[in-house]
């Protein structure tokens, strides 16, 4: 552990260093991934979940990026440690990010872009409807005072989040997972649900 380091100071190493830039997030906000994508500007490669904006930089940066996959379980999004492991032993061929990935998150591709959305004239206004599946969390956060404020899903468990899920990546179902031995001792398989096997994974 290093402690705090200067945003100067990382880029440095990042720019300098060879390195491996590893993020397994699940998180449900993971759109882009800024972190990932500075350490592939600056010649890393990248190890990351199959999720959310992740994805992206897979299209962009080809064998840079390997991508573990999440799977569905019965209670929630879950990323295997062995997998994350498998891909942490694959030593790739050198390689840096081509001229055309460096450009496709430049600032005149972005400004580009952003100008065509803007300048473009539907042919038609279409009204945008709400799905059934947000109808049905609106009428559930009506009637249920435990989703007031920005709460959508009750938790990870929940089944109308899993299509939310499934769009970010998620594939499934998975019965059998693996886990950590340092989690089963801190009790943790206590919040395993019953249908669910766990397998052990030593350190």
Known sequence: WRGPVSPARLEQVLCTTPHVFVSPSLHVDENFGVAALQSLL????????DWGGHRDHKRHFGALVR???????????????????????????????SASARAAYGVGSVAAQLKALVSARPRAVLELQPSALVRAIWARRKDNRNFSGEKIFSDLRDPYAQPFFRAYGMRGPRRSVT??????????????????????LSR
Do not use: D, M, N
């Open 42 to 49: 600056s010649g890393g490669r990248v190890i990351l979940s």
């Open 67 to 97: 991508l573990v996959p999440v799977h569905q379980t019965s209670w929630g999004p879950f990323l295997s440690p062995t997998e994350l492991a498998a891909a942490l032993t694959v030593q790739p061929k050198p390689r840096t990010a």
């Open 179 to 200: 886990i950590g031995a340092w989690l089963l001792r801190s009790g943790y398989a206590g919040f395993l649900p019953k249908t669910t096997t766990a397998k052990r």
